[in-house]
């Protein structure tokens, strides 16, 4: 039973260049969650998707995009990457809303130079 | 808006020492408040989650209290052990349908032997 997987683990990238971070979870969990951490900081959460099709922004989506096009796959989205995107990134998942049963992945750590 | 503050920022104890972590929030009309523990590279594990109508739950050598009237919450780590070390956050959800936790910045516990 893998949970929650994400890939790549760490990634450099240029201003303005674009990249997809991946999500993957093996639990069909109906939600799905993608936050960032900046250092010293707590997480903030970017997009949510409460099923295959439906997506919402959360608290600071700006300069990201993401789909959910199966129950399983929720990846997220660079455009154009800027510097204050430099941050850990996590995907989460969870059987139903409420704070209940949360399962993180180990994170992708990603520097735009 | 909703906000969690987390103190100490840091905290350094000696092997078998009892130690209290603390929480505070400035919206008391949550849902529940989590604990959550994240090693370097990993991602989040939930420790205890205590519901609005509770005041506190346990779990081997950890207690969780919430006095959500005031605002606050800690969590009390008995006879610590280096493989307590790691940074504990605190998170909060508005309601039973809520999708965003919202964290605190957490709080680093190195325990030395």
């Known amino acids: 039973n893998a949970g929650v997987t994400q890939t790549p683990k760490f990634r450099i990238l240029k201003i303005g260049q674009s990249m997809t971070l991946q999500c993957t979870q093996d639990m069909n969990h109906n939600y799905m969650y993608w936050y960032r951490q900046d250092p010293g900081m707590g997480l903030k959460l970017i997009y949510y998707?409460?099923?295959?099709?439906?997506?919402d922004k959360g608290e600071v989506p700006n300069g990201y995009n993401v789909s959910r096009s199966t129950t399983e796959d929720f990846p997220l989205r660079l455009e154009l990457a800027a510097p204050s995107q430099t941050s850990v990134y996590f995907c989460?998942?969870?059987?139903?809303?409420?704070?209940?049963?949360?399962?993180f992945g180990s994170g992708t750590r990603l520097t735009v130079v | 808006k909703q906000e969690v503050t987390q103190i100490p920022a840091a905290l350094s104890v000696p092997e078998g020492e009892n130690l209290v972590l603390n929480c505070s929030f400035t919206?008391?009309?949550?849902?529940?408040l989590q604990w959550f523990r994240q090693d370097p590279g990993k991602g989040l594990t939930s420790l205890l989650l205590?519901?609005?109508?509770?005041r506190e739950q346990t779990s081997g050598r950890l207690n969780a209290s919430l006095d959500k009237s005031s605002g606050r919450s800690t969590l009390y780590i008995a006879a610590s052990q280096p493989g307590d070390s790691a940074t504990y956050l605190c998170a909060v959800i508005s309601n039973q349908a809520g999708t965003a936790l919202i964290f605190g910045k957490g709080t680093t516990l190195s325990v030395s032997s």
């Open positions: 205590i519901q609005s109508s509770q």
């Open positions: 998707s409460v099923g295959a099709g439906i997506t």
């Open positions: 919206d008391s009309a949550i849902y529940n």
């Open positions: 989460a998942s969870s059987r139903t809303t409420g704070g209940y049963g949360y399962t």
